[in-house]
């Protein structure tokens, strides 16, 4: 994946975080994107009420990912990981 093709799907991976992010606000939560590998692997970190939250793992899993997944093919999986890596 070339630099610019990186950046590109990066952008769009933005661009759909900020359509999900009003829902996560609502519920005091919030998400911020951390990486997106050359193959595909998106890396975010869960905030304020979404970080330590028991249903973060399915809204990460059937929220986050899947809406992902539908407007970016490219998307192959998404991680939440801690704000220390």
């Known amino acids: 994946m ?5 950046a590109d799907l990066r ?11 009003p829902n996560l606000q609502a519920d005091g939560g919030d998400v911020a994107l951390v ?10 970190t869960l905030q304020g009420a979404c970080h330590g939250c028991p ?5 990460l ?3 986050i990912e899947r809406i992902l997944k539908k407007e970016i093919p490219e998307v192959r ?3 939440n990981v801690s704000d220390e890596e």
């Not at 952008?11 to 992010?21: A, Q, T």
């Not at 249903?55 to 809204?59: E, L, N, P």
């Open 11 to 21: 952008k769009r991976v933005e661009e759909v975080l900020e359509i999900i992010r």
């Open 35 to 44: 990486d997106v590998s050359d193959e595909g692997d998106v890396k975010v």
């Open 55 to 59: 249903m973060a793992a399915m809204t």
């Open 2 to 6: 070339t630099e610019q093709t990186k």
């Open 61 to 63: 899993q059937m929220g």
């Open 77 to 79: 999986s998404v991680e």
